[in-house]
């Protein structure tokens, strides 16, 4: 099958070979476990369990508040020890669940046992996700029974699930497509009855055959599904990006990927669905990338949410000896997020560590000048936005202008264009704080 791509976007180096060798590694973390209570978008769970409880791996420690919320569950069994505010990744602070791990890791009755021949109803298939606390798993964190339920299913033609993974050093998906295709075919074909008129497409980079391989041998004669090749390109794997890819629609300003009849499911997040169904387990555990040029032993883990990343670090051989570490990322150089403490724990949205001997946001700071009017950033942008007058707008704080007439709130922060500045403007970071501020004022 021909090899699709979108226009713009960039080619950075990949440093996928340094995690994609040896084997998945299972991890059992030997500390406490910490389980913020907002890994989603929507309104935070509801705690349901108070310090001194004792919890098994399984149970949900924080209840959905509404529909746009995600339960959430404790990957190990031991005591409650606090409910308190902690660190998370992004450097603020959330309400945390901490459970002492007890080391035993003893499921609930009825969790993970497979118990179901393969027959669901609409209605199972949608409170299995919803009672999972399942979530995008590639970084959005959207849950993903609001994503799946439709007033109109008959509207949507495409379920695309997103094995593109684009982003440098991240190989947790590859690895997931490679070990489990039948789960995450069975995935999509759970979603797919949601739909009834929808086929489904499982679009991956050229850059990961062995993942195309399995992937398609697993699909090899079966009816309303098939793999797409995608061009190895950053950012492939944006949902706009691979609904133009596939589709051939493109998304306008304020659409969502429903109202061209799409939607993008990670693969993670459609084996985690598998799981889900046959097996009554919630969302617990995932497949994780430690990597980057600091750290002894790059690789993948399968690692119980709650997990902090210092642990991965340590199971990951440590730091070089011979390195200083400079950067630590929750998620990859282009749009993971620089970790002040390696204390934060990882949740269901995180998909890798990225350990740097570089700090490529100082380096950059210390050779800026003033924008050449070179239109490099415009001819990458996979939005089709005009970086360069968003960044006077930004830096003027003119948000009128910022938002109504260079449409700044659909920058996806993908970086391509901050990548691409021969005069090192600080451009992502720049729209990142605009758009926080733009919607501070808006919730006002
Ligand atoms: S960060 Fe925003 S403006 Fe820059 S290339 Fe990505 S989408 Fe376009
Ligand atoms: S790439 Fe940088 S220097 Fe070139 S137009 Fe954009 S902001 Fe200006």
């Known amino acids: 099958m021909s090899v699709k791509t979108f226009r713009g976007g960039i080619h950075p180096e990949g440093f996928k070979e340094l995690s994609l060798g040896g084997p998945v590694t299972p991890y059992l973390p030997q500390g406490d476990l910490v389980f913020p209570v907002n ?13 001194g409880d004792l919890v098994k791996a399984g149970q949900i420690i924080a209840e959905a508040d509404g529909f746009v919320s995600a339960n959430i569950v404790s990957s190990c069994s ?110 999509l074909r759970l979603v797919l009855q949601l ?9 991956i980079e050229d850059n990961k055959p062995e993942a195309i391989k399995s992937m398609e041998a697993v699909c090899a004669g079966e009816k309303g599904v098939m793999v797409q090749p995608v061009q190895a390109k950053y950012p492939e794997g944006g949902e706009r990006n691979l ?73 990951a051989g440590g730091i070089k000896p011979d390195v200083t570490l400079k950067k630590a990322l929750s998620g990859g150089p282009m749009m993971g997020i620089a970790m002040p403490s390696l204390s934060a724990p990882i949740t269901k949205a995180s998909n890798a560590l990225t350990l740097l001997s570089e ?39 003119n948000y009128e202008q910022y938002e109504k007439r260079l449409y700044g709130l659909d920058c996806i922060a993908c970086g391509s264009c901050t990548w691409v500045c021969p005069a090192k ?6 729209f990142k704080q605009a758009k926080a501020e733009i919607l501070a004022a808006k919730r006002k």
Do not use: W
């Open 39 to 51: 890994q989603h978008i929507g309104k935070p769970a509801k705690p349901v369990v108070k310090k």
């Open 78 to 187: 031991g005591k409650v020890k606090a409910i308190e505010e902690r660190a998370t990744a992004s450097g603020t602070t959330a309400t945390c669940i901490v459970i002492e791990n007890d080391g035993e890791f003893s499921l609930l009755e009825g969790v993970g046992k497979k118990h179901h021949a393969g027959t669901f109803s609409n209605k199972d298939i949608l409170d299995a996700i919803q009672r999972a606390g399942i979530v995008g798993m590639g970084g959005a964190g959207f849950p993903t029974h609001v994503k799946l339920t439709s007033k109109n299913p008959e509207s949507i033609d495409y379920i695309i699930a997103n094995g593109s993974e684009c982003e440098p050093y991240i190989t947790c998906d590859d690895r997931l497509m490679q070990n489990q295709s039948r789960g995450i075919l069975d995935g």
């Open 195 to 203: 739909f009834p008129d929808a086929i489904g497409v499982i679009a």
């Open 243 to 315: 609904i133009s890819v596939v589709s051939g629609r493109d998304l306008k300003f304020g659409q969502l990927p429903a109202d061209v009849g799409c939607i993008v499911c990670n693969v993670a997040s459609l084996y985690a669905i598998y799981r889900a169904c046959y097996f009554s387990e919630p969302l617990m555990k995932r497949y994780f990338t430690v990597s980057g040029d600091a750290v002894a032993h790059p690789g993948t883990f399968e690692v119980p949410i709650g997990t902090s990343y210092q642990e991965l670090v340590e199971a």
């Open 359 to 397: 700090d490529d946001v100082e380096l950059a700071e210390a050779q800026q000048t003033a924008c050449i009017r070179c239109g490099r950033c415009s001819r990458v942008c996979p939005i089709h936005l005009i970086p360069q007058m968003m960044a006077d707008a930004a830096e003027k704080k």
């Open 425 to 430: 403007r600080p451009l992502m970071q720049l």
